[in-house]
T-cell receptor, first 114, second 110 residues
Framework: SQQGEEDPQALSIQEGENATMNCSYK?????LQWYRQNSGRGLVHLIL?????REKHSGRLRVTLDTSKKSSSLLITASRAADTASYFC??????????????FGQGTILTVHP | DGGITQSPKYLFRKEGQNVTLSCEQN?????MYWYRQDPGQGLRLIYY???????QKGDIAEGYSVSREKKESFPLTVTSAQKNPTAFYLC?????????FGSGTRLTVV
């Protein structure tokens, strides 16, 4: 079964607007990570938030984690056309080995119009 | 520059043929992973290795095999037992904080 589920499946916005993507998961986690994938390419790691953290920032990215609701959100502020990509959340389950196996969600396709 | 190299970028397989996808990293990472991605889908774990000469099955290992004879290399063989191999294959590695991915191999059955 899929550990992470992203919402919405697709998001279309204008340049300069903010984009918010949500992720829900089912089991306890060590950490949750967000990745970006441009069409036909590999994934790029964006940010990692540990289970004892509630919010984290990196440049124009803001990630929140609510372990009581088993959910996370990724906010991209002041979006640019270059932000157009698919965004995936991935969970590293609690109780795993030292190098966790990540379970990926289905992804959100973000389109930013110039 | 450190990174992961996957080759080839495109691969065509005939029915009944085994093919091997290459994955090489120069990041000195202990753990390496193979994922499969189908159109519009997330990634599903095929195999992973956390140390040389050891590897474990992921969620969809049937029809695939791997080896880890060197720390830098984690090749994936798609065997004839894999009935639906057409997909995008991604290799990744980590030393504990986020994965580094290769650029992928697109495998098509002809």
């Amino acid at each position: 079964s899929q550990q992470g589920e992203e919402d919405p499946q697709a998001l279309s916005i204008q340049e300069g607007e903010n984009a918010t993507m949500n992720c829900s998961y089912k089991t306890s986690i060590n950490n949750l990570q967000w990745y970006r994938q441009n069409s036909g390419r590999g994934l790029v790691h964006l940010i990692l938030i540990r289970s004892n953290e509630r919010e984290k920032h990196s440049g124009r990215l803001r990630v929140t984690l609510d372990t009581s609701k088993k959910s996370s959100s990724l906010l991209i502020t002041a979006s640019r056309a270059a932000d157009t990509a698919s965004y995936f959340c991935a969970t590293d389950r609690a109780g795993g080995t030292s190098y966790g196996k990540l379970t990926f969600g289905q992804g959100t396709i973000l389109t930013v119009h110039p | 520059d450190g990174g992961i190299t996957q080759s080839p970028k495109y691969l065509f397989r005939k029915e009944g043929q085994n093919v091997t996808l290459s994955c090489e990293q120069n990041l000195n990472h202990d753990a390496m992973y193979w994922y499969r991605q189908d159109p519009g889908q997330g990634l599903r774990l095929i195999y992973y290795s956390q140390i040389v000469n050891d590897f474990q099955k992921g969620d969809i290992a049937e029809g695939y095999s791997v080896s880890r004879e060197k720390k830098e290399s984690f090749p994936l063989t798609v065997t004839s037992a894999q009935k639906n191999p057409t997909a995008f294959y991604l290799c990744a590695s980590t030393q504990g904080y986020g994965y580094t991915f290769g650029s992928g191999t697109r495998l098509t059955v002809v």
